[in-house]
């Protein structure tokens, strides 16, 4: 049966898919405790990581159990399925599709035999060197273990999952150990066999990964701090870039498999992580609002109102208006139980487009002068109609300031950004993007006003999308490597 995503069809609102973050990854190791709930809960507080399907795997110290399908957490999941999930060790998965097609097979966690048990993994990230890995896979294993990667099973974490599987090595900690030199690109790992939990972030730190402590013994890994709290877990610290963890009935063990070379995505300050989580020490509430002040500074203008697209846009909406001085408001309300919608829209309904997610409070905008503050211009569509739709309910002026530079580049390494021919500031100067979207002015705040609000250095962070400097070697197109590979091994 198609169950929802959480999104809008884009045959409704065509070009409205804003960027999207590849998954939430959950882990938790808890003798005696329910771990396929709390893996649950763990998942529904990385919701907005990945809206596409979603699952958990439970092992009892004797085999490992999964269960997922597509949808929402919510949807995928009640009371019978979690109580089918028993044991002491679960992982967790909510993903959205960058490499690999959104189908059940791809979903997450992907599960694989080994020398001694099995494996389930899941991943939030992109690898880029796939075409390597199988190679590596059929050098190792031969032609038939490139094999079991067909039925659909054609994502990056299907290769790692099946190279994982080598009967080299005594412990799935020591296959690993040997592995993930090779792995390239951003990942952060949860994976599991029969007795163990083990995580692990690549060495540049791209997408976040931390560890926490339950308060009656066990232990939790997971995107974002806020799926440790709602699990009641104690945030310790970040999985440290090249580190391997390994969390057993002995505790937690630490192992390093490459150099620490941090280069940590600037795009999780600006929209992807929640606002109640940290990175890096740095809380992104406080680095969205001093984007806003920032931006204040850099783009002044006279107005009356500064009013945010919700959700993504309000801390710097506010940021905005505590440095101007001008009065916020909120100036578009939003449904909150927007989800996607299988019927066929009509002509009309495509026309109406945006406002079945936003509208316009008329009484608050009417006659006022407008700025609106958004996190980022992807293909423009959102804004033209945002834009026009606060025109026609009698907005005087429309000033539209965006709390990130132009974006202009494609991520290789976990956003799906669209290509580079699709991305509204390729091609345009500022005054041409402006005339674009219809706004009275347009303002993008700086790369080194965003830098400055994560309280990173620049060599800490990777600004690829707005730069075209990338922090590992111009990748491969991985996308179109793992559909090519499944058409082959399903001929």
Request: proline content about 5%; some cysteine.
């Amino acid at each position: 049966m198609a169950r929802g995503d959480g999104r809008l069809n884009h045959d409704l609102m065509p070009g409205e898919k804003g960027p999207q973050d590849a998954c939430g990854v959950f882990g938790v190791y808890a003798p005696g405790e329910e771990v396929a709930k709390l893996t649950y809960f763990g998942l529904y507080a990385l919701q907005h990581r990945g809206q596409e399907s979603a699952g958990i795997a439970a092992s009892d110290g004797h085999k490992i159990l999964v269960f997922k399908d597509m949808g929402l957490v919510s949807q995928v999941f009640d009371e019978g399925a979690l109580e089918a999930l028993q044991g002491h060790i679960a992982v967790g998965h909510a993903r959205y599709s960058t490499t690999g097609a959104s189908t059940w097979a791809n979903a997450q966690p992907t599960l694989g035999p080994t020398a001694h048990g099995t494996v389930a993994l899941g991943h939030n990230g992109n690898l880029t060197n796939p075409q390597e890995l199988i190679d590596l896979l059929v050098a190792r294993e031969g032609m038939a273990k490139r094999l079991d990667l067909k039925g659909g099973k054609c994502t990056d974490t299907a290769i790692v999952t099946a190279l994982l599987g080598s009967d080299e090595y005594d412990t799935l900690a020591e296959t690993a150990l040997e592995l993930l030199p090779h792995v390239r690109g951003a990942f952060s790992f949860v994976f599991m066999d029969e007795h163990a939990l083990y995580a692990a972030r690549d060495p540049h730190g791209v997408r976040p990964l931390v560890l926490g402590e339950l308060p009656g013994g066990g232990w939790v890994v997971a995107s974002e701090i806020p799926a440790l709290d709602i699990v009641g877990a104690a945030f310790l610290r970040e999985v440290e870039p090249g580190e391997l963890l390994t969390i057993n009935d002995e505790g937690v063990h630490s192992e390093r498999f490459a150099k620490a070379e941090p280069h940590g995505c600037v795009f999780e300050y600006v929209y992807l992580a929640r606002p109640d989580t940290s990175i890096a020490g740095r809380s992104i509430q406080a680095a969205r609002l001093e984007m806003g002040r920032t931006l204040a500074r850099e783009h002044p203008v006279e107005a009356d109102l500064v009013i945010p697209v919700p959700e993504s846009g309000t801390p710097a909406a506010v940021g905005y208006a505590q440095e101007s001085g001008i009065p916020f408001a909120q100036g578009l309300t939003k449904n909150g139980y927007v989800g996607r919608t299988f019927i066929q829209p009509s002509q009309t309904l495509r026309q109406l487009g945006i406002r079945l997610k936003l509208n316009p409070l008329r009484e608050v905008i009417a006659g006022k002068r407008l700025i609106v503050v958004d996190d980022t211009i992807v293909r423009g569509n959102t804004q033209h109609a945002i834009i026009a739709m606060l025109r026609e309910a009698g907005a005087a002026e429309v000033h539209v300031r965006i709390s990130a530079p132009p974006v202009q580049w494609p991520c290789f390494y976990g956003i799906d950004f669209p290509t580079r021919e699709e991305l509204a500031s390729v091609g345009k100067t500022i005054e041409e993007l402006r005339q674009y979207i219809g706004a009275d002015t347009l303002g993008h705040i700086s790369l080194e006003g965003m830098v400055a609000a994560t309280q990173q250095a620049e060599e800490r962070l990777c600004t690829a999308c707005f730069t075209g400097q990338y922090p590992m070697d111009t990748p491969v197109n991985a996308r179109h490597l793992l559909l090519t590979q499944r058409a082959e091994v399903a001929g």
